[in-house]
């Protein structure tokens, strides 16, 4: 009985991340699809730096530890950017790029989680009490067009 307890309890911790993360990885896309190259024109000055996006992510995110979450910027044209949460809330560069802000391309932003059970700790071959657990990663992908 106390097994059936700890699995909903931890299935619907799992579930709440993999939804948590889904919701903010979608809200950094769309934050970001709203400041394309009409951004950069003046009188306009609203551009957006990869810190801004992953601040975002982080406020539509209660319960991700920006330690763990590995996030990809990528744009349609141009390279990727991969680091993690911590690292992306410190980075000044500008994203989506000028060669990748016109309206009509397309940003994609990846997000890895790693989710850690107490219930693998039950699995066979898990190991003594002193090994880490299992982690499971959740992935999480959004794909917006850039808006103006």
Known sequence: MIFVLISTFEIGRGMWLYHTLGFSVRAGT???SVHG????????SCT???RDIAA???SAGPGLVPDQLNMTFQPQ???AITCLLRDCLTDNTVWPPLIANSAGMTLRIDGVYPFRSIISMFWPG???????????????SSTERVQF
């Open 30 to 32: 769309r934050y970001a």
């Open 37 to 44: 190259a009409n951004c950069a024109q003046p009188p306009n």
């Open 48 to 50: 957006v730096k990869i």
């Open 56 to 58: 975002v992510v982080q």
């Open 77 to 79: 044209v141009g390279s």
């Open 126 to 140: 898990a190991g003594g009490a002193y090994r880490p657990y299992t982690a499971v990663n959740f992935p999480a």
